[in-house]
């Protein structure tokens, strides 16, 4: 199994852009979630998904939308990126093993914005 | 609101020495605990939970309500503990949480050779 991956690594982007970070994961659960790391601030929670056609805001979810196609993909899109959007965005999956739900991260994507 | 708390940015100890890496918590309901860790390059990987009470390279941490605590220690650290250490919470108030986590800060432990 792969796991849970997500592309690009990096991505550098002037303000006012849009793009989407890819994220999928081959383990079949069906919750699968973005965060947000910054110095000090630890990771926050941008969006979250319950499940195929399911998705919900996190704590930090102004200028991001997601949708939930299907289990395996989780895309995340800047809609109009701002240079306070510049992070490292990890997207995770998890299953309720042993009624607690353990979350499974991917390598990261390093974005600038400009 | 929940809440966690690493009040340590930064620990550095020497290779052998013990380290404690502490965190509060701020909850209403029972919390589910966990530390996470990320070593250099590495992604962010669960070292372990308070429902299991185990042991995961040597480190152990136990949940403390009474003072919502819930500190991560090692008796004898190593350089290969080098790492960021997340500590961090999954609430249930009233339903599933389904694993939502909200994160401390973050400590960078440094050992020392």
């Known amino acids: 199994n792969a796991g849970v991956t997500q592309t690009p690594k990096f991505q550098v982007l002037k303000t006012g852009q849009s793009m989407t970070l890819q994220c999928a994961q081959d383990?079949?659960?069906?919750?699968m979630s973005w965060y947000r790391q910054d110095p000090g601030m630890g990771l926050r929670l941008i969006h979250y998904?319950?499940?195929?056609?399911?998705?919900d805001q996190g704590e930090v979810p102004n200028g991001y939308n997601v949708s939930r196609s299907t289990t395996e993909d989780f895309p995340l899109r800047l809609l109009s990126a701002a240079p306070s959007q510049t992070s490292v965005y990890f997207c995770?999956?998890?299953?309720?093993?042993?009624?607690?739900?353990?979350?499974?991260f991917g390598p990261g994507t390093r974005l600038t914005v400009t | 609101a929940q809440r966690v708390t690493q009040p340590e940015k930064l620990l550095s100890v020497f290779k052998g020495a013990p380290v404690e890496l502490k965190c509060n918590y701020s909850?209403?309901?029972?919390?589910?605990l966990f530390w996470y860790v990320q070593y250099s390059r590495q992604r962010l990987q669960l070292l372990l939970r308070?429902?299991s009470r185990e042991s995961i390279k040597g480190f152990t941490a136990d949940l403390n309500k009474g003072e919502t605590s819930f500190h991560l220690k090692k008796p004898f650290a190593q350089e290969e503990d080098s790492a960021m250490y997340y500590c961090?919470?999954?609430?249930?108030?009233?339903?599933?949480?389904?694993?939502?986590?909200?994160f401390g800060q973050g400590t960078i432990l440094t050992v020392h050779p």
């Open positions: 383990m079949n659960h069906e919750y």
């Open positions: 995770a999956s998890s299953w309720p093993g042993q009624g607690i739900y353990e979350q499974y």
């Open positions: 308070h429902i």
């Open positions: 909850y209403s309901g029972s919390p589910e």
């Open positions: 998904s319950v499940g195929a056609g399911i998705t």
């Open positions: 961090a919470l999954s609430g249930n108030a009233g339903g599933t949480s389904y694993g939502k986590l909200t």
